[in-house]
T-cell receptor, first 112, second 115 residues
Framework: DAKTTQPPSMDCAEGRAANLPCNHS???????VYWYRQIHSQGPQYIIHGLKNNETNEMASLIITEDRKSSTLILPHATLRDTAVYYC?????????????FGQGTTLQVKP | EPEVTQTPSHQVTQMGQEVILRCVPISNHLYFYWYRQILGQKVEFLVSFYNNEISEKSEIFDDQFSVERPDGSNFTLKIRSTKLEDSAMYFC?????????????FGPGTRLTVL
């Protein structure tokens, strides 16, 4: 599975959009990009995933570049409860184990 | 909304004792996982399980660890003889499929403290 690179930390003002980047320049054609977040020591929470197309759900939007080498998670109106560590993970569509490899992620601090 | 549940939320044990951590995956899921997170460190994969067999295990998952699906609803992680370094949060997860495109949903975790 492709390695992903994220900035270690970011700040965002409450009510503004939070844009979290992820680089996955070695991603292969059948690898999905997943985003999870972890608040304190709670279990990782699924946010969104995509393969090629941009995706949107009730939590966030995922923008994947045309060459698929990078993506951006967008939280449209960040709240204080969105303060968490955000993980970008690549997972093969043909994976026979489903193993998720977590990096250090991006610590997002939403400030009032 | 269906959730993965885990019990207990916190387990304290003496070094050398056996512990069993329990998980109830989402009911229609077929693939089950255990991860752990030592305080201040990354979430690490331990094992994936399907059709009553281990699909993959990490180097961490040595002979002291075992997993079982004893009935149609529970999925357990047993540590036979706990060590101090086993102290961590243990997360169970489940998914409908293994492949990308299928989402893993995580439980709230069990905090294991080995004294």
């Amino acid at each position: 599975d492709a390695k992903t690179t994220q900035p270690p930390s970011m700040d965002c003002a409450e009510g503004r959009a939070a844009n979290l980047p992820c680089n996955h320049s070695t991603i292969s054609g059948n690898e999905y990009v997943y985003w999870y977040r972890q608040i304190h020591s709670q279990g990782p929470q699924y946010i969104i995933h995509g393969l090629k197309n941009n995706e949107t759900n009730e939590m966030a939007s995922l923008i994947i570049t045309e060459d698929r080498k990078s993506s951006t998670l967008i939280l449209p109106h960040a709240t204080l409860r969105d303060t968490a560590v955000y993980y970008c993970i690549a997972l093969r569509g043909s994976s026979n184990t489903g193993k998720l490899i977590f990096g250090q992620g991006t610590t997002l601090q939403v400030k009032p | 909304e269906p959730e993965v549940t885990q019990t207990p939320s916190h387990q304290v044990t003496q070094m050398g004792q056996e512990v069993i951590l329990r998980c109830v995956p989402i009911s229609n899921h077929l693939y089950f996982y255990w991860y752990r997170q030592i305080l201040g460190q990354k979430v690490e994969f331990l094992v994936s399980f399907y059709n009553n067999e281990i699909s993959e295990k990490s180097e961490i998952f040595d002979d002291q660890f075992s997993v079982e699906r004893p009935d149609g609803s529970n999925f357990t992680l047993k540590i036979r003889s706990t060590k101090l370094e086993d102290s961590a949060m243990y997360f169970c997860a489940s998914s409908v499929q293994l492949a990308g495109g299928s989402t893993q949903y995580f439980g709230p975790g069990t905090r294991l403290t080995v004294l």
